[in-house]
């Protein structure tokens, strides 16, 4: 599977984006799909991240705000991001592993197979 990532640009603060992950070589329904962030100089963050069957899950610092869904026709899953904060900034990657329940999800990026090449978000104050 390969992940594209796009979306990402300027926003003002307390504005909304939307960034996007398109997966393409194969169908994406059987896939959980992630969207982690990183700053220069700072680890990589989980952000949220969506089951094939549609559970979802957020890290505290983007719950409320955020909202991850999937398009399973369109190999595509989506990242609205509203109430943007300055420390939202960094680039986004999204990420996909193959699950047999549709159910399961992950945090943590080591279970996670596929990467995109990240888009980046800036927010200005």
């Known amino acids: 599977v390969q992940l594209q990532a796009s979306g990402g640009g300027l926003v003002q603060a307390g504005g909304p984006l939307r960034v996007a992950c398109t997966a393409s070589?194969?169908?994406?329904?059987?896939?959980?799909v992630a969207w982690f962030r990183q700053d220069p100089g700072k680890e990589r963050e989980f952000v949220a991240t969506?089951?094939?069957?549609?559970?979802?899950y957020y890290a505290e610092s983007v719950l409320g705000r955020f909202t991850i869904t999937r398009n399973n026709a369109r190999n595509t899953a989506f990242l609205q991001m509203n109430s943007l904060k300055p420390e939202d900034a960094a680039v986004y990657y999204c990420?996909?592993?193959?699950?047999?329940?549709?159910?399961?999800?992950?945090?943590?990026?080591?279970?996670?197979?596929?990467w995109g090449q990240g888009t980046l978000v800036t927010v200005s104050s």
């Open positions: 969506i089951s094939s069957g549609g559970t979802t």
């Open positions: 990420a996909s592993v193959r699950t047999t329940d549709s159910g399961t999800y992950y945090s943590d990026d080591s279970r996670y197979d596929f």
């Open positions: 070589g194969r169908a994406f329904t059987n896939y959980a």
